[in-house]
C-alpha cells in the first residue's frame, strides 16, 4: 500500500503556504482573518476536543503532548491564548522536580512549542526559566548584540561600510 502523501507534513506546509501565497497575491490579506472551510472545521474540532478533553478519533482522553499540540495548532491558526483559555480546563499547576525540567527541556529541543502552550499543562514561568526554555532567546541576543566578546561563530551586528579613501560624504 502506498503512503498517504496527503497527510505528511511537507505536503501539508506546501498547501498552508501556496494557500497563503493565493491570499497574498489576491489582495485578501492574512488567511487568519478568514479561515477556508477545511481548516476552520479542524480548529473547531481542535476547540471541542479540548473542551472536552477527549480526542474525538479514539475518544481517550487528552494526554499533555495532546493538549500541548492542540494549542500550538490553534495558535498557529490565529487564535489567542485567552480564547483557547476560555474553552480549555484549567490544569493543576505541575510539581516541579528535577526530572519535569529535565523533560521540558528536552520537549522544547524536540517540538519547539510557543511558551503560551505550556500554561495549558501547567507549567509556570517559573519552570520553564528553569528548563532554560524561558527567557533563552533574550539572552542569546543581549549577547549578541555586545560587539567585545564574540564567541565563535555567534552572529554579529552590521558594521557600517567603510569609506574608501579619498570618498567625499557630499558626493553621496
Known amino acids: ?100 525540567v529535565a523533560g521540558i527541556k528536552a520537549l522544547h529541543l524536540a517540538y519547539g512549542f510557543p511558551m503560551e502552550a505550556y500554561a495549558f499543562v501547567g507549567l509556570d514561568d517559573d519552570t520553564l526559566r528553569k528548563a532554560g526554555v524561558l527567557g533563552a532567546s533574550k539572552a542569546r541576543f543581549v549577547k549578541a548584540s555586545n560587539d567585545d566578546s564574540q564567541p565563535k561563530g555567534s552572529v554579529q551586528k552590521a558594521k557600517r561600510p567603510r569609506r574608501r579613501p579619498g570618498a567625499s560624504r557630499s558626493a553621496a
Open 1 to 100: 500500500m502506498a503512503p498517504n502523501r496527503r497527510s505528511s507534513p511537507d505536503v501539508v506546509q506546501k498547501r498552508r503556504v501556496a494557500r497563503q501565497f493565493n491570499d497574498l497575491l489576491r489582495g485578501g490579506g492574512t488567511t487568519t482573518a478568514a479561515l477556508d472551510g477545511r481548516t476552520e472545521k479542524r480548529r473547531q474540532r481542535i476547540v471541542e476536543e479540548l473542551r472536552e478533553g477527549v480526542a474525538r478519533a479514539t475518544g481517550a482522553s487528552l494526554k499533555p503532548i495532546d493538549v500541548l499540540t492542540r494549542v500550538a495548532t490553534l495558535l498557529e491558526l490565529g487564535m489567542t491564548a485567552v480564547a483557547i483559555r476560555k474553552v480549555c480546563k484549567v490544569p493543576r499547576k505541575v510539581q516541579v522536580t528535577d526530572e519535569v
